[in-house]
């Protein structure tokens, strides 16, 4: 059996599972957000982290890296044979999403203003580390694959300016008056194939 997994956030730098190729590309008809709490990595439950899922816009396109997973000693790769360079070079790609329903998905935020969004970001901290962490992760692996994101980056740059810089260059938080981010409970996550999946050689 052979599967592939598109990362669109902390895969695209860190997999967190062997994998035998990986490849550059983009899904179609989905853009990048930081709407997904996260409370059990980079956050907790009194200070959700904010991390990515994905939006459904049409005509969006999202970068990202694609990971093949071999489940035996079959080979083949028909679906990477040479095409058309509009058309899929992978389909049936697995995809991770959540629903926009915060009443079936406690763990949706959804949008805010990106002062917000920075701030919550850039004082979020869990068990695997800071949320800043994961976006300047991000903004970086982003940078390195040779497609930036603009959201990733004005969010990055909304998060330095939250955080300030001495003139050591250390980061040093800064107050903010004002109610924190919601608190959540419990953490899950689904695995799901998208129809329109696709990723292409860079």
């Not at 695209?12 to 989905?30: A, H, S």
Request: charged share 25%; proline share 6%.
């Amino acid at each position: 059996m052979v599967f592939w997994v598109f990362g669109y956030g902390s895969l695209v730098w860190n997999p967190g599972f062997e994998y035998d190729e990986k490849v550059i590309g983009f899904i179609r008809d989905y853009r990048r957000v930081f709407d997904l709490a996260c409370i059990d990595h980079r956050g907790t439950p009194e200070s959700p982290a904010r991390t990515c899922t994905l939006k459904n816009v049409e005509g969006a396109i999202c970068w990202g890296a694609a990971y093949c997973v071999r489940g035996g000693p079959e080979r083949e790769r028909l679906a990477m044979e040479e095409g058309e360079p509009s058309q899929p070079a992978l389909t049936g790609v697995i995809v991770f999403t959540s629903t926009p329903d915060k009443v079936s998905n406690k763990y949706y935020l959804g949008p805010a203003p990106l002062e917000e969004m920075a701030w919550q970001i850039a004082t979020a901290h869990g068990p695997c580390g800071n949320n800043r962490d994961y976006l300047f992760l991000l903004e970086k692996a982003m940078s390195a694959i040779g497609h930036e994101d603009d959201m990733v980056i004005e969010l990055a740059k909304g998060v330095r300016k939250v955080l300030g810089i001495t003139g050591n260059g250390i980061p040093t938080e800064k107050k903010r008056t004002g109610t924190s981010p919601k608190a959540l409970k419990s953490h899950s996550s689904v695995l799901r194939p998208l129809q329109e999946a696709v990723a292409m050689d860079s």
